[in-house]
């Protein structure tokens, strides 16, 4: 991977540390690309021993896993610390919810504090964007995998705010990230030793009221800009403005869009499988959303 990809991690740790309180109300495209992701892992019909949800947030994904395999033994792991302790602060509703918790592990990705072959799933829900070594991450998910386990995950594409990347001054390359292309993606996990892994994409495109709204949740769900060469401080009102005023052309039935590429993934440590891919496009008015939680 490129320089392009590159990340100050101790940037994106303070973001979502930042972000524990707010995270689950804000984070909707987070939300329903874990609801749909999670649903894809029916198909499967292994039942796992042990599974490992790598950058797990606030818990929702490990609770779902939990209600479904009950007897297994779920670890959600996540390098914010405030995350985790925002869903040790919600065991009594998960214990409510199903009956029992989870483990709980704050880690960096990179380098997982787990044994070799000793885990039967991995799920991931949107933290590859955020891992500026994508290539080590893989590496190790491989590692503590057993033969033939699963490595379900989700990420962004390149179209990903495509519309916020726009309206910035075409000279400014410092306010967005870029993402990885699905086939660059699949061809990492092709080197880091995967099994034929099976990407597919979907579209959905969140409609705000103004760009403040837009910005406001990005920072919420602790998508702040975490780029090594970002420009420190706050953003100045000229500038605010002028960000607004190039965003406007998008506008459309009196709403801006925010564009997310979302690429899904399985990948197996040996086996090879197949699975047909499917392309849509969903627009999600984003009031719509909200108060939502699962």
Request: glycine fraction near 6%.
């Amino acid at each position: 991977m490129d320089e392009r990809f590159s990340l100050d991690n101790f940037a994106v740790r303070r973001s979502f540390n930042k972000a524990r309180h707010s995270f689950d109300d804000a984070a909707v495209v987070h939300r329903e690309v874990r609801i749909r992701a999670l649903e894809r892992l029916r198909v499967l019909r292994s039942v796992p021993d042990v599974v490992l949800d790598l950058g797990a947030g606030t818990g929702h994904g490990s609770a779902w896993l939990k209600t479904q395999f009950p007897r297994a033994h779920i670890v959600a792991l996540d390098s914010a610390l405030g995350m985790l302790t925002e869903s040790d602060r919600q065991r009594g509703v998960w214990r409510r919810l199903i009956g029992r918790s989870f483990s709980r592990i704050c880690a960096d990705a990179t380098a997982l504090p787990l044994r070799d072959a000793t885990i039967d799933w991995v799920f991931s829900n949107l933290m590859l964007p955020w891992c500026g070594s994508i290539e080590t991450v893989l590496s190790e998910v491989r590692r503590v995998l057993k033969p033939g386990g699963v490595f379900a995950f989700t990420s962004f594409g390149p179209d990903t705010l495509r519309e916020l990347r726009q309206a910035w001054r075409p000279d400014e390359n410092d306010h967005v990230h870029a993402f990885i292309d699905m086939h660059d993606l699949g061809d990492a996990l092709v080197r880091a030793g995967f099994a034929e892994p099976v990407l597919d994409v979907e579209r959905f495109t969140l409609t705000y009221s103004d760009t403040h709204s837009l910005m406001r949740d990005l920072k919420a769900s602790g998508s702040s800009n975490a780029l090594p060469n970002r420009l420190r401080g706050l953003t100045g009102r000229n500038k605010f403005a002028q960000l607004a005023a190039n965003y406007e052309p998008y506008r459309r039935d009196g709403k801006i869009p925010a564009t997310y590429e979302l690429i899904y993934g399985q990948a197996w440590q040996s086996a090879a499988k197949t699975k047909l891919d499917s392309r849509s496009e969903t627009r999600i008015p984003v009031d719509s959303l909200r108060g939502r939680r699962r």
